[in-house]
């Protein structure tokens, strides 16, 4: 059984374990074919990742291990110092961050770090998934704290690493995903769709690979499986509409490469299982689109 990268749950990994899906293998076969080798979490962020899931780490093990990738611990401290993310006072150094801030933190800044070091270009497809990635991020982080959901860093995780797979596909098969984007973005079309039907596959299904290859909770696994279809999630339901509505919200207010400014937000499927009322959700759009000023101003 693989080792999981901790997210403040205390279940057992065995009373959590979800049975494959009994497509996944032909899935699985087809997303390698045309992405060949997914790709690796970075090695040092991996270790620091594992590091703060020990309940004897210390704020001095963590600087010393990212000290190690200098380009990963800047992108983390810009990303802690960002308007939306950062402390009340300037974060100067990791160490900060770790006392500061707190590890479940921690773990969420380098992750942010590495999904946006996977973002190496200035294009217009790059920019626009990462613009709904982190806007995603913060959009489940506010909805989490709407419904009372107690893990608002692994809500903010699961909201980051949803489309981790349209990086992935960016990555790997960029001519191919910027066929699909520019469909989705001048004609309007379904993302899922369009990529079911030109791959086989969807960006959610790549997204669970390298959820399970990174060694991540199979909750953020689930949530990331099913945000397209959060009826389906198994071991992680709360989280999984969680980030569908963050998902649905980023389309509502145009971030992204999927713009549905008159999506109804009340016809939901997620909105009725979280239980959000028409003012909760006027509530959300309005702190979602605060936040998402606030990163633009700091330029995450």
Not at 47 to 76: C, F, G, W, Y
Not at 168 to 179: D, I, N, Q, W
Not at 195 to 200: F, K, N, P, V, W
Not at 247 to 254: D, F, P, Q, T, V
Request: charged share 25%; with cysteine; proline share 5%.
């Amino acid at each position: 059984m693989k080792p999981e990268i901790a997210t403040g749950l205390n279940n057992a990994p065995e009373q959590r374990k979800i049975p494959p899906h009994p497509v996944i293998s032909n899935r699985a076969a087809k997303i390698v074919e045309i992405t060949g080798d997914l790709p690796p979490m970075p090695h040092i962020a991996a270790q620091a990742i594992s590091k703060l899931s020990e309940p004897d780490s210390t704020a001095r093990d963590i600087h010393n291990l990212m000290q190690k990738d200098q380009a990963l611990a800047a992108r983390v401290l810009k990303v802690a110092n960002s308007p939306y993310y950062g402390a009340s006072r300037s974060i100067s150094t990791l160490r900060d961050a770790c006392m500061f801030m707190g590890f479940d933190a921690i773990r969420s800044l380098i992750m942010t770090a590495v999904l946006k070091g996977m973002f190496s270009s200035v294009s217009l497809s790059e920019k626009l998934i990462w613009e709904h990635t982190i806007g995603a991020g913060l959009a489940a982080r506010i909805i989490g704290e709407e419904v009372s959901f107690h893990r608002k860093d692994e809500a903010y995780l699961a909201g980051l690493m949803h489309d981790v797979g349209k990086a992935a596909l960016l990555l790997r098969s960029p001519a191919v995903m910027r066929e699909i984007m520019q469909e989705v973005y001048n004609d309007g079309a379904d993302f899922f769709d369009v990529e079911q039907r030109t791959l086989g596959f969807t960006h959610a299904d790549v997204g669970q690979m390298i959820a399970d290859k990174w060694r991540f909770a199979l909750d953020i696994e689930d949530a990331i499986a099913n945000h397209h279809q959060p009826g389906q999630a198994r071991s992680a339901p709360e989280l999984t509409h969680i980030v569908s509505m963050a998902n649905s919200i980023c389309h509502k207010l145009e971030v992204g490469p999927t713009r549905k400014p008159d999506l109804e937000l009340s016809d939901m499927e997620s909105t009725k299982a979280l239980g959000l009322s028409q003012a909760s959700i006027e509530k959300i759009l309005f702190s979602v689109k605060e936040a998402l000023q606030a990163e633009d101003s700091g330029g995450v």
